[in-house]
């Protein structure tokens, strides 16, 4: 028996359904969560299955696209109006047997009227829906999950769940430990998770304090605007021989309006300008495996928020915006440890050479020009240091004292 039940329609809010799935399961038991693609095996009767599970949640989850509504069937019938739709059959069953349903509304949508609805589901119409949007995703699953948590608890008192939710497992609890625009990341002392051959492994235990935004124009200019390309103990030896060879003053597209807006990360930074921002700003640049665990947070995910790649989650080539976007405006793709834009938007100087030779660094992330093959948190690529490209940016890391 399951104590959460996850409703959707995959033509309309499969990408969010997922997300909502993996951020649930971080709070509840695997096993008190049921969504379709991972709760039934291969060769497994789903029909009965799923019947089985809305018959014994505790709680269905209605989650609700713009498109919701409007979804039709090979006919051009409009599918909540066939008694055999599989939603209209999941929430309908809940409302049957008087358990709570709780309509989710994502990308926007608006919660159905009464008179949208076929006759069945009149009653859904009265249910309080709960809005989860992409700027304040994780404060609206708070909510959300603060509710869960009521119901499961009320469950577990009256014998309903087998295996109730554990009390430890810090529900309430912030989630992050931040500190400004960073947040801390404990490094394991060995590796996880599904990474190439090529990636670096973990040699001990500590905890860092990793940006949880690349760096941006806005926080850039304040280094440019401060000397900091005139000040030669922020820069490397090499770094500094190679900025007086080119009179470098400021980043390769600072003056072009396409990458300089103040929210979106800084571009055209080679790696020596990264290295000497970080070291202005009294941090400096993540190692690759830092970056790579960042990522991870403990899981085995393909990418920071799971495996299930959309372009809600971040800034790539399937959502055609050709250039980089702010660093908020995919709250979706947010890793497990609290870092936004780590896929996408821009690849991100490491502090890590390629190979023995060190004639190259390595880079991480993928960007706004890159497929979703090339966004996977195993992918390792490297540019020349002295490359300055309009699709490789950085973050800073600081250690712990």
Sequence with gaps: MNGIFISYRRQDTSPYAGRIFDALTREFPLTRVFMDFSG?????????????????????LAIIGKKWLSIVDSAGNRRLENSDDWVRKEILAALTR??????????????????????????????????????????????????????IKRGAKKGKLVNPVPSDQGRTKKRFDRNGEMVKVVLPDRRSGRLDSKSPKFHSEKMIWLDIYPVTNRAYAKFVQENGYSIKSFWSNDGWRWRKKNAVMFPAFWKQSKWNQPDCPVVGVSYYEADAYAKWAGKRLPVESEWEWAALGGKGYTYPWGSHFSSIYCNSKEGRKSQTTAVYSHPLGASLTGCYDLVGNVWEWCDS?????????????????????????????????????????????????
């Design 353 to 401: 050479w390629w190979t023995r030779e060190k004639d190259m660094r390595v880079i991480r992330g993928g960007s706004w020009r890159d497929s979703a093959k090339m966004l996977r948190i195993s992918r390792r690529e490297r540019s020349w240091p002295t490359g300055r490209k309009n699709n490789i940016g950085f973050r800073c890391a600081k250690d712990c004292p």
């Design 40 to 60: 039934i095996d291969p060769g497994e009767d789903f029909v009965k299955r799923i019947e089985e599970e809305v018959q014994g949640c505790d709680v269905l």
């Design 98 to 151: 008087n358990i709570r349903v709780i309509p989710c509304l994502v990308g926007q949508a608006k919660m159905p009227h009464k008179q949208e609805l076929p006759q069945a589901l009149h009653t859904f119409a009265r249910r309080q829906g709960l809005e989860l949007t992409d700027a304040r995703f994780h404060s609206d699953m708070s909510i959300l999950i603060n509710t869960l948590s009521k119901i």
